[in-house]
């Protein structure tokens, strides 16, 4: 790859980080590999396990909700650290310091998480409603949750990958640090889901989009308020 | 030199006195409540003071947390640490309690009634603050890591606190700060109820006191 050019405004620099992300990842697929396979891992071992025919119809919502959100989520906990301790391990942090501004950097780093789990959503959703046998009453609410919470679940694990590139115990770390920040929007994900797994009318899940929609705006401001100082740290 | 000393004397003296009394009143003065299983409701004296203090702590740590990032001064950090680790203590007492209480009132220990959820939410987050200061070891960067981290929970924490919990309906007895906008309780139990709330926040403040001093000595011997 050529040498970054120094941007100077804020949205160069993330397109350019965004561009830079996806290509490292596409060289070495290490993050794509591993979010892909665990997840279609725990798909494999939970539609084995419970499948679309153990559990009773009145069961049914709520367990796949929950199971569907866990799989998201952890997949999200073994890909996202990525982004910030691959900067810190390859010795390329100080580099990317100074050729971008910080909140460029979060930007671009935002995106490509966006992007990595949005796809990782894309390829699991369909195969988990195939597979679970899972009926949705309504789809664009669905839809619109999963791109609600696979947003918040970006932002708030990138920024938590900020913070974890500088500790040791990285890994374990991340889980511990990021479940507290997501747990608000996982449990209002898992709702909301349930309810759009049961009934068609949209209006029933209003209340849980404008909390998801609420959390995003709320954890992504706060995160590039806060990048500044973690990022120089 | 000698007034400040002697006041402090007399201030820790007091806050002493004081929490025996409240023992004494918890337990022998006020009368039980009303509709509450047996004698379950003397649990409040005690329960709603640890949460409350907890809860304080929390937004104790934020702010000293906010004052670290802006200022640079290592004190602050001192004291938002020490704010969170009796944070954590009082968590975990206000958890131990409320859960005791459950028993007893509703028959079962534990059943994610959305008081439960939010305080096991704050324990968590305690826990992984404590967790990523020590996984740091450079003062400097503990303090500019944890400071962000306090600030971000902050502010995502109260979703699951406020927002969730009012999408249900909710066992836990009606808060002192609840939709009808007084405080209903009986004058007995009202005494007993805010002296523990003053005597809660007093050892809270002494004990954070005791803590910010222990991290600076540690601190100068160090260096």
Redesign the interface.
Known sequence: MSAPRPAAGILPAAIAVFRRELLAEWRTRVAVNSLFLFAFAVLVLVAYAVGPTRLSPEDRPTVNAVLLWIVLFFSAMTGLSRTFVHEEDAGTAAALRLSAPPSGVLLGKLLANVALLGAVTVFIVPLFVVLMGFEIMDPPLFVLLLLLGTFGLAS?ST?TAA??S????KGA?FA??A???L???L??AV?ATRVAATEADFSAGT?FVR?LV??DG??TT??FL?FD??WR? | MQAVKSLGFLLKALLGIGMAAICWGAFLYARPAQSFVGESSRIVFFHVPMAWVSTLAFFIAAWHSAVY?KKRRIESDDAAAGAARLGFVFCVLATVTGSIFARVMWNSYWNWDPRE?SIV?LL??Y??YL??RG???DP??RA??S???A???V???P??TF??PR?YQSLHPDTVINARGKVEMSADIRTVFFSSMVAFMGLFYWMWNLDRRVSRIVRERAA
């Open positions: 708030a920024f913070l974890v500088k500790a040791s115990a770390l511990v640090l479940i507290p920040l747990l608000p929007p449990v209002g709702l209340d909390l609420a959390y709320v954890v706060a995160a806060l100082a973690v740290e | 990032l959820t939410l968590l987050v826990g992984a967790g990523l996984a740091l070891d400097e960067r500019t890591l400071a962000a981290y600030l971000v929970a502010v995502t924490v979703f699951l927002a969730v999408m």
